[in-house]
């Protein structure tokens, strides 16, 4: 054999199991001798590994084959789905259809049929619709309002949002900042009460990391107890886990005063409470409307685009309550220099004239600030949606400066609830209630956002979808079954939430057809404006081919009017196309396996064994394999014979009728029945006798009573006889190749074929005479440790006997 750097020799320390001990007395490198006693059983056990090796490489050359057959078989010769399976009508089919006619507008086709240009459409009577019923008015107010404001009240400001707690996890320090507004499910968070608290810190702390893939919310629960609120170690894995600081802690009682010291608490699994009672003035902080809004941001997003605008500053503010050019009151001063402040901060974020803002006096002493959309001439424009997106800490949300919720727009707020939410007819609604629709009663609750309502209604059978269009204000129902089956019957307090609407009773497509030898005409009702029609997809988007009888109303045919007829073709170009490519592959499926076939082996590379390759780099390793799996499949009558199988699947008696259609099989010797494709004559037999071309490919051969064949069969049937008989991956049993070396397309035949019995052989004669070794090197150290205690012990005594010796 060839060798690398004298391996030949070379045993594996990794094999032997030595530890390099014994030959202290005697000076006799045990070992190395061990390992020569046992080289015997080594050397078994290198035959078995590279035996193995050999057969992994033969199983997997084989799968290599096998592969690229059941790839091709998939994409040319499958019974399913594949878009170039030759054996598929639709492949072969006139399925490039094209409507033709002055009303061809009207209607448009797919699929495949031999008989389109026998089918005329003279008119559509009507389309199919679904029942539908949608908004007559507008279905919010429209206005995008503040909420009632005194500015000259001392307001309750919240002390929370902003604020900050910070502890210790796992020896790392986290600060959470305790955020406003909602959260990424739109639900806002809220600190007016001590169970509201404890559900928005726990929500929060749902977006804090404290580890890889592990959020806060994970190992830390707040609880309430009583007016307390209690920090809970949820995951009680013996971590640090520490309260450390943060301004929020004074505000949850875990402080008795703001500026009390803190020191560090321990978080467990019982519990770490605050302190006292969160009351009242740990909630709210007590200030005047100019300070709680002075300099703060509201962004306002506008048709899309999203503008921040700024407050005026607290001085600003001031002075405007004592300038009479602001009104007569110190509230309409304030009220009047804010509006003024926002109008042109307005203006100049979306356009002059574009949203107009309004400063409003209920007749109580209490004001509102109003934005309405508008076009630069100063009309109301219904189109535009304007929304307060997000603001600073302390101005949106129910207890915030304006009362105003975070999303709140001129339109619908689905996330908001019913009576808040800007429904037109809901703000007075007394709750629960019911509505009904098509006789299923859905309960409706004064929690209920439109939103849920909406999925009530969805989620029910009531046979409804309902959705919300915001560009158009409007809510849309619509029946779930199609065409004149479909209906929308409503009634509870349906009309003072959703208000009134316009109702569509549904109904079915009504298309007259007449086929080609026959003067009647058929008039086709379908429940839907798609429908098939002897193997076409036909769709319709507009009547025509009818007129209204002037004496009684009703629509006649329109005889006048010019039909809509089809002409059909076969996809020439896709066919040829694909034809090309199957030729193509086949033919690389004949290579491989002929290269495999005819590769001599090189006996001068055998697999490498254990100990040879730890002397080897990986790059000398590989050039080596690659060597060592050359021929492995050399003369393998299993692929010999599927080497002849694919060589004839151009049945002789048919070899004059192939040519026509630019088939042959290639005269080169060295090809080994490779097909030989010409596009032009298969694209001339094609498209003079499609029906033909397909013959050749599908036929089935056909016999006499005596059992001879009188025809032979096409040229896919014949491929897939030589596939299945090699390659077949289903049933049983099982191709020849795969029962022998399985497939991972084949899953069950991975661990049930002939090579992987053989492998589980190998690995139990390796197992055995890893044993007899260890035996072999267990009764050598045994009988050398004996030898080495007698060696010692002679020694011993030698060097006794020797002082006797001295004294003389």
Known sequence: MASIGGL??????????????????????????IEGMTQGTTSKIYKQQQKKDLLQWEQNAIRGITDKMIGFADKYLSTYSSSTNLFSNSFWGRNLITALGANSKYVSVSGTSSTADTLSILGVKQLARKAQMT???????????????????????????????????????????????????????????????????????????????????????????????????????????KLTGGSALSYLGFKDKPDSEFKEMDITEQGLSSVRDITEDDIYTKTSFIDRIAEKELTFTYNGTSKSIKMPTKEELEKAQYNSAYGSTRKERI???????????????????????????????LYSLGFQTTTPN???????????????????????????????????NLDAKIAESGLAGAQNMTFPTTIEINGKSIEVKAEDTVRTLMDKINESDAGVQVTYQNSSDSFVFSATANGASGKIDVGGDFAKIFGEFNKTDGQDAIVTVKYAGSDQTVDLVRDSNSFKV??????????????KDEATGELKLDPSAEAVTFDAKVDEDKIVETVKKMVEEYNEIIELVNKET???????????????????????????????????????????????????????????????????????????????????AFRAALKSDPEGVKEMFTKEAVKDEDGNVVSQAGIAVNMKTAFDKYAKTLGEPKGILIERAGSIKSPASITQNAVYKQLEEIDARI????????????????????????IAQMNSQSSWLSQFGSGY
């Open 534 to 547: 002897d193997g076409m997809t036909i769709s319709v988007n507009g009547e025509f081919g009818y007129v």
């Open 378 to 412: 100063g009309k109301m424009d219904q189109s535009s949606i304007l929304a307060v997106s997000s603001g600073d800490v302390g101005l949106l949300g129910a207890n915030g400066a304006f009362k105003m919720n975070y999303g709140e727009s001129n339109r619908v």
């Open 135 to 241: 908004s007559k008015i507008p279905a919010s107010d429209r206005t995008l309002e503040t909420g009632a404001i005194d500015p000259l009240e001392v307001q309750k400001a919240e002390n929370l949002p902003g604020s900050t707690i910070k502890i210790n996890y796992a020896d790392k320090n986290y600060t959470i900042t305790l955020p406003s507004g909602k959260d990424a499910n739109g639900k806002e968070y809220k600190y007016d009460t001590v169970a509201n608290i404890a559900d928005s810190l726990n929500r929060a702390f749902q977006d804090i990391e404290v580890g890889k893939g592990k959020k806060l919310s994970e190992v830390l629960q707040v609880e309430t107890s009583g007016d307390k609120i209690v920090f809970k170690d949820k995951e009680n894995a013996g971590n640090i886990f």
């Open 598 to 680: 005819g590769t001599k082996p090189n006996r001068d590379y055998p697999p490498l064994t254990s100990a040879q390759k730890e002397e080897l780099s990986e790059s000398e390793i590989e050039a080596w394999e690659e060597k060592a799996k050359e021929g492995l499949l050399f003369n393998d009558n299993d692929l010999k014979g599927l080497s002849n199988s694919l060589r004839f699947v151009l049945s002789p008696a048919d070899q004059a009728a192939l040519k026509k259609i630019g088939l042959t099989t290639s005269s080169t010797t060295s090809d080994n029945g490779k097909l030989s494709f010409d596009e032009s």
């Open 767 to 790: 197992e055995s005479l890893q044993d007899t070794l260890k035996m072999e090197q267990d009764r050598y150290i045994k009988q050398f440790t004996a030898l080495e205690s007698v």
């Open 8 to 33: 030949s020799g070379t045993t594996s320390s990794s094999l032997n199991g030595l530890k390099g001990y014994g030959g202290l007395a005697s000076g006799l490198d045990r070992d190395s001798l």
């Open 335 to 365: 009220m009047n220099k804010l509006k003024e402040s926002m109008q042109d901060q307005l203006d100049d974020a979306f356009g002059a004239g574009r949203v107009k803002v309004e400063a409003k006096e209920d007749g109580s002493g």
